[in-house]
């Protein structure tokens, strides 16, 4: 049952957590760069406020950036259908061109436009001194993903692992990280596979 979520939840990526005190839109490295829109704009000028650095200045983003910063925050959800061989067949020529595109230039930026939310800390307050010094901080960026992470016992890593092996009929990135396994970057972690197995022990 938790594999057929896993595989119906693909490539859903998660959302940012609700706040009261602020607005948090998903945004790209792209986005925040150079794009126009309101939701770009004002956390560049939140961002660059808390540095005391000038704004970046928007521009008008290319017809391949704005479909790698879409196909990041707005990924196709479909649960492919290789229960039928003209579904098979599909899926595989979606996944064929998926494969030759992450080997293009473009497919480089594709990879390393990690959507992300700015968590600001702090708490709402009408204290202007207190939301001065809180906001010296500056936000945490926040990574968003499609993973799916699973915490289990050491001693069940490998019937977890022979269980996606057989049962999961989509190939699925899987990194299993074991109590003294390093820990990939960040980016890499919300990029590069669609399950993580941490072993208790680590947590």
């Known amino acids: 049952m938790i594999i057929g979520l896993i595989l119906a939840t693909l490539r859903q990526i998660s959302a940012p957590e609700e706040s009261i005190i602020d607005d948090r839109p998903v945004l790209t490295p792209l986005s925040l760069r ?24 928007f521009r008008v983003p290319s017809l391949v950036e704005l479909l790698i910063h879409r196909s990041r925050t707005t990924p196709n959800i479909n649960v492919p259908d290789t229960s039928t061989p003209h579904g098979l067949q599909k899926s595989t020529r979606t996944q064929t061109i998926e494969d030759d595109v992450e080997m293009l230039p473009p497919g480089q930026f594709l990879k390393y436009n990690v959507p992300f939310y700015h968590h600001y ?17 500056g936000p945490r960026v926040m990574y968003l993903t499609s993973a799916t992470l699973i915490v289990v016992p050491p001693n ?16 699925l990135r899987v990194l299993i990280l074991r109590s003294k396994s390093p820990l990939p970057a960040l980016k890499s972690l919300a990029s590069d596979y669609d399950v993580c ?3 208790s022990r680590v947590v």
């Open 34 to 57: 150079h794009f126009p829109s309101p939701e770009s704009s004002a956390a560049r000028r939140r961002l660059s406020r808390d540095r005391h650095e000038k704004p970046s200045p």
């Open 121 to 137: 800390t702090g708490d709402p307050t009408n204290n202007e001194r207190v939301r001065r010094a809180v906001n010296k901080l």
């Open 156 to 171: 069940l890593l490998g019937q977890w692992d022979r269980e996606i092996t057989k049962h999961a009929e989509y190939p």
């Open 197 to 199: 197995f941490m072993t």
